[in-house]
């Protein structure tokens, strides 16, 4: 893969992820009402949503942040595409459909991304000399 091609690939998911971790930030604690609510008639408890829902915010921010960086890139692919396979977990015991794509994509860019990380170049990790 083209090393631009890679960053602005890179760029788009680190934007996508750090812009999602960033807005929840300020109403943490309404946020993670309304994703307790949403999960009342679901399968899994509330004692695992809430404190789910209290760390999603900062490692959203964390992971967008790493990637908009370039640093510890593939670690921090790796912990995006888990991040975003429990939210399609979480998705799918709601049976809220209609978000799964758009949490396919994000999971695509991941992997797509981890396949290519040679292509890394446009980084601090380059720069650093880290793998």
């Known amino acids: 893969m083209n090393a631009i091609v890679f960053l602005l690939l890179r760029l788009g998911i680190g934007i996508s992820m750090f812009g999602h971790g960033l807005v929840r930030l300020p109403k943490l604690n309404a946020f993670s009402q309304w994703m ?4 009342a008639k679901s399968m899994l408890p509330a004692e695992l949503v809430r404190p789910f829902s209290m760390v999603l915010p900062f490692a959203e921010l964390v992971i967008g942040f790493l990637l908009l960086i370039g640093l510890f ?3 921090a692919l790796i912990s995006g595409a888990i991040l975003v396979l429990l939210l399609l977990f979480g998705t ?3 049976e809220n459909w209609e978000a799964i794509p758009s949490q396919l994509i994000h999971l695509i860019f991941f992997a797509v991304l ?6 890394n170049s446009w980084s601090l990790d380059k720069i650093l000399n880290r793998p």
């Open 114 to 119: 981890l396949q290519f990380i040679a292509s």
């Open 92 to 94: 799918s015991m709601v």
């Open 73 to 75: 890139t593939e670690p």
């Open 36 to 39: 307790v609510g949403s999960f």
